[in-house]
């Protein structure tokens, strides 16, 4: 079992790494922390960054994790190994690249590429958000697969991670510490990032950036609405290369792990994602999603 300590990053793709970084800053308000010809890193909060871009190929490249050590990189690298995953180690070069000090690579079975990271770099000072987002921190990554019901038995198997609510067989929400989730898998036709989530410290927060963001002729995915499953108040958004960006606040806190009932909800329900049953533009862009759709 690897045990889970947070989400550390979403390595992306691009094919347009001015317009990439631009949106990331100016409209979802992350720190630019480095710049380089090919690469650049953003933040959210304390992680060195928890978005970076790549200049090459649009297109979600990893999403990663961090373990507590060394031992337990080394044991997670057996676990996969042994359960016929290709694993591979991270050389110098590239743990630099990620800002940690060390890392494994494989592909979940639905070809997620998944980074596992030890010590990620963490920095100390406040940051200096591009704008005034409300941002608090990275708050979960959501990955597409084809089979969630065969991606929550891979996590839940092999990871120290739980479901917290399940959406049919359209969405598997999971935890590994008391909030709801940090990590979601969404039905999808093959793999993908389904979204990246950033908490913010208040409902006002979510919708100044609705206004901000249509003011600014930003694709609104879905939202404002209220997720049933966490309480969190949410807008998605697009970003270029169809990267999708989620803000919300107040996700749920399950504090004692054995009380929590996990619960069932029907995607075919209008309500299902959105207790206030406001249009989505979602089903648009993530035909999968179809069967979440509002009405
Ligand atoms: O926060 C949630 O509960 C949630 C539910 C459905 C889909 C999501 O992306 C979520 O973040
Ligand atoms: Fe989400």
Redesign the pocket.
């Known amino acids: 079992m690897i045990t889970i300590q947070d989400i550390a990053y979403v390595r992306s793709g691009t094919a347009d790494l001015e317009t990439a970084v631009g949106f990331a800053v100016d409209m979802v308000g992350l720190e630019l922390v480095e710049r380089t010809e090919d690469r650049a890193f953003l933040r959210a909060d304390n992680r060195h960054h928890c978005l970076s871009f790549v200049a090459g190929e649009a297109g979600v490249l990893a999403s990663a994790f961090t373990l507590a050590d060394e031992d337990q990189l080394a044991d997670a690298e057996t676990e996969l190994a042994a359960a016929g995953l290709t694993v591979t180690r991270g050389d110098k070069a590239a743990a630099v690249d990620r800002h940690v000090r060390e890392f494994i690579a494989f592909e979940d079975p639905f070809g997620n590429v998944v980074e596992l990271v030890v010590d990620q770099k963490e920095v100390p000072t406040p940051v200096n958000f591009a704008r005034a987002a409300g941002i608090t921190e990275f708050?979960?990554i959501?990955l597409d697969a084809p089979d969630v019901r065969a991606a929550h038995k891979f996590w839940t198997r092999h990871f120290s991670m739980k479901v917290s609510?399940w959406?049919g067989d359209a969405?598997c929400?999971m935890r590994f510490d008391p909030v709801?989730?940090k990590m979601?898998v969404?039905k999808g036709a093959g793999p993908g990032l389904?979204?990246m989530?950033f908490q913010v410290a208040s409902i006002d927060d979510v919708m100044r950036s609705w206004h901000f963001l249509v003011d600014n002729g930003i694709e609104i995915e879905q939202g404002p609405g209220r997720?049933?499953?966490?309480?969190?108040v949410?807008l998605?958004f697009k970003g270029p290369e169809g990267l999708t960006y989620?803000y919300?606040y107040g996700?749920?806190r399950i504090e004692d792990d054995d009380a929590w009932r996990v619960r069932y909800f029907d995607p075919s329900e209008p309500d299902a994602?959105d207790m206030w049953r406001g249009p989505t533009n979602r089903c648009a862009s993530q035909p999968q999603l179809r069967g979440l759709a509002a009405g």
């Open positions: 708050g979960h959501c609510d959406i969405a929400l709801h989730h979601a969404f389904c979204h989530n997720h049933p499953q966490s309480g969190a949410f998605y989620e919300s996700v749920r994602i």
